[in-house]
């Protein structure tokens, strides 16, 4: 199935099959609302800001500060990504000004509260770390101990979304 093998293209045949027999029998759904049952009320940039930096104060009190976190409409179909950090480097005068922002897609705004969790702790293990490399994860996964399993069914939700 051509929308399994496109969001779970880095994971293994078994896996991919596995997912492919839930979708057939039709219990993607099922298990996901069972896993998943606590939503969040982060509609609005403004809360969308007030949480993501209570993550951010909570784990990387020490990293660069962020100029702006928004939900982002635009994300999904220009970057195909769910999330995106920025971070651009100006030169005004004799300083050297730098700029974080977090841009997290409009999915997330009716998605469970557990796959926001993830997309803001990748978004923010950006600041420390610019590539998806093991420190990376090790940063995701302390800031959020099953962030790998949430990464998957995440992968899941937006299959089931697709499906709908």
Do not use: W
């Not at 029998?25 to 298990?31: A, N, P, S, T, V």
């Amino acid at each position: 199935m051509q929308l399994v093998d496109r969001y779970l293209a880095g994971y293994s045949d078994v896996v991919r099959q596995q997912v492919v027999g839930l979708i057939e029998r039709d219990k993607l759904k099922h298990y996901l609302d069972t896993r998943y049952q606590n939503y969040h009320d982060v509609k609005s940039d403004a809360d969308l800001r007030e949480y993501v930096m209570h993550i951010k104060n909570q784990y990387l009190k020490k990293s660069a500060p962020l100029s702006k976190v928004v939900y982002d409409s635009k994300i999904h179909v220009i970057k195909n990504a769910l999330g995106t950090h920025s971070y651009v480097k100006r030169v005004q005068g004799s300083k050297i000004k730098s700029k974080n922002e977090i841009h997290v897609s409009v999915i997330f705004k009716t998605a469970p509260k557990a796959f926001l969790d993830m997309i803001v702790v990748h978004e923010l293990a950006h600041l420390k770390e610019k590539e998806h490399n093991k420190a990376f994860y090790q940063l995701c996964q302390h800031m959020l101990p099953d962030y790998h399993q949430l990464e998957f069914d995440m992968r899941l939700y937006l299959i089931s979304k697709a499906l709908a």
